[in-house]
């Protein structure tokens, strides 16, 4: 967990524990049991602000610990994406020590599952329109997310995250009859 001005500026360690119970409710069905091993706060103004483009792989060269048997999960301050990991046959995936998931912590909030999220990429779980170039965003097959009241949301009213389904794809799967939602 980096921080950039003390522990305050990034989640805690209780947070990291509501996330992994939140983890471990995401990939029950499955029988998959993921724990942790040790948590590290590092202060690091320069890994805070994380630039996927240019950081990626000094941060992990820097701090990954055990890549062959640990997946590393580094929660930074502010990035662009809500997270990512590469796919296990990805020239850096499989146990390459860039195999790893980094998060934006305002992204972490519980019931987001963008851990879980980043994690099925770890097991190498795609996108559900990859792939899938005729597929133009927002038609009818694109994913969508759930509106407030959690029903399927086209019209564009605000979801829990507060934006529109067409800014929010990609969160639920998609909505084609042929594929169940994720």
């Keep these: 967990v980096f921080t950039d001005g003390g522990a305050s500026t990034n989640i805690d360690q209780a947070m990291i524990n509501t996330l992994m ?9 499955y029988n998959i049991v993921l724990c942790t091993d040790s948590t590290q706060f590092i202060e690091d103004a320069a890994n805070y602000t994380h630039d996927r483009a240019t950081d990626e792989f000094s941060l992990k060269n820097t701090y990954a610990i055990a890549p062959s048997k640990l997946i590393n999960v580094y929660v930074v301050g502010t990035m662009t994406p809500y997270g990512y990991a590469h796919l296990p046959y990805d020239p850096n995936g499989g146990t390459n ?40 965003s927002c038609s009818s097959c694109y994913e969508k997310v ?3 009241n959690g029903s399927s949301n086209t019209t564009g009213v605000s979801t829990p995250l507060g934006g529109s389904y067409t800014s929010e794809g990609d969160k639920e799967g998609d909505w084609c009859s042929d594929t169940n939602q994720t």
């Design 97 to 136: 020590i860039n195999e790893e998931i980094v998060l934006n912590q305002n992204y972490t909030s519980v019931g987001m599952h963008t851990l879980a999220h980043n994690m099925g990429h770890i097991f190498g779980l795609e996108h559900t329109f990859a792939g899938v170039s005729e597929i133009a």
């Design 146 to 148: 759930r509106n407030i």
């Design 21 to 29: 119970v939140g983890l471990n409710a995401d990939f029950a069905a």
